[in-house]
């Protein structure tokens, strides 16, 4: 099992910037892959960015490239998102998760979720 608890959500004006956090507990943290998924009421879960195991291979979403930047801390069992230049349609629920990578690279869910942390971009 592996708990996930997000925070670092909240309001913020447009161009302004948050930092997420995702840390972890239970199992080796480091033998996961990681995403980022977010959603919007009404909306699919779609996925934002994800980062590999070892950290070294990274791939975004179209809408979040050049402004979002996911990194992990093994020593701290801890996975982040940074959000620049923030948009009110970054506006959503954001999620932490374990992903598997297939062909693409695609990261796909694996079945652990944190319980999400509110973005809201507004001014």
């Known amino acids: 099992q592996v708990q996930l608890v997000e925070s670092g959500g909240g309001l913020v004006q447009p161009g302004g910037s948050l930092r997420l956090s995702c840390a972890a507990s239970?199992?080796?943290?480091?033998?996961?892959?990681m995403g980022w998924f977010r959603q919007i009421p009404g909306k699919e879960r779609e996925f934002v960015t994800g980062i590999s195991r070892s950290g070294g291979s990274t791939h975004y979403a179209d809408p979040v490239k050049g402004r979002f930047t996911i990194s992990r801390d093994s020593a701290k069992n801890t996975v982040y998102l940074q959000m620049n230049s923030l948009k009110p349609e970054d506006t959503a629920i954001y999620y932490c998760?374990?992903?598997?990578?297939?062909?693409?690279?695609?990261?796909?869910?694996?079945?652990?979720w944190g319980q999400g942390t509110q973005v809201t971009v507004s001014s």
């Open positions: 998760a374990t992903c598997t990578i297939v062909a693409g690279p695609s990261f796909l869910p694996s079945g652990y």
């Open positions: 239970g199992r080796t943290f480091s033998n996961y892959h």
